[in-house]
């Protein structure tokens, strides 16, 4: 299956909009560095990263069912998964929201590509961060290294 380009995408979500403002980001050249990233903004894309990772597994496909039902970019949804410092393009974000049935605006902002209007927002997204890391033990390696490294930052 051929994916749209990102700038052809836009325009064509633009030109269905008939008239309304629409703004696209990424086809900016930003003149300022960008600012520091926030610790909302971190538990947003790691919020952003577990959810589409729960939602595929509850849905059981792998990483290329999903990427091919959701019509996006394999290695985009790769990254999304294992990289919570990556931020989707705005197509992803817009294809992932309408096949999961979310709001895309809360989507683009748990992609750091919309800022949050409450706080409630960036409070529901670090409590399912923290929420949906599964407790596991630990491998024996772990346990050792562990171990190992706190007698190591324990030494005086």
């Known amino acids: 299956m051929r994916m749209p380009d990102e700038d052809a995408w836009i325009r064509q979500k633009a030109e269905e909009e008939d008239g309304a403002l629409i703004s696209a980001g990424c086809m900016m050249i ?25 939602a595929r597994l509850q849905l059981r496909f792998n990483k290329e069912q999903f990427a091919s039902k959701t019509q996006i970019p394999l290695k985009e949804l790769v990254c999304i998964e294992d990289d919570d410092q ?54 024996r390696e772990e346990q050792e290294a562990f171990d190992e490294f706190a007698r190591f930052l324990s030494a005086r």
């Open 30 to 54: 930003p003149t300022e560095p960008l600012p520091a990233v926030t610790s909302d903004a971190l538990a947003a894309r790691l919020s952003l990263s577990r959810f589409v990772q729960l």
């Open 86 to 139: 990556y931020t989707p393009t705005l197509r992803t974000v817009h294809m992932l929201a309408q096949f999961l049935k979310v709001s895309h605006v809360k989507l683009l902002t748990l992609a750091g590509l919309a800022q949050a209007r409450d706080a409630q927002f960036n409070d529901a997204a670090v409590r399912f961060a923290a929420k949906s890391e599964p407790i596991r033990q630990l491998t």
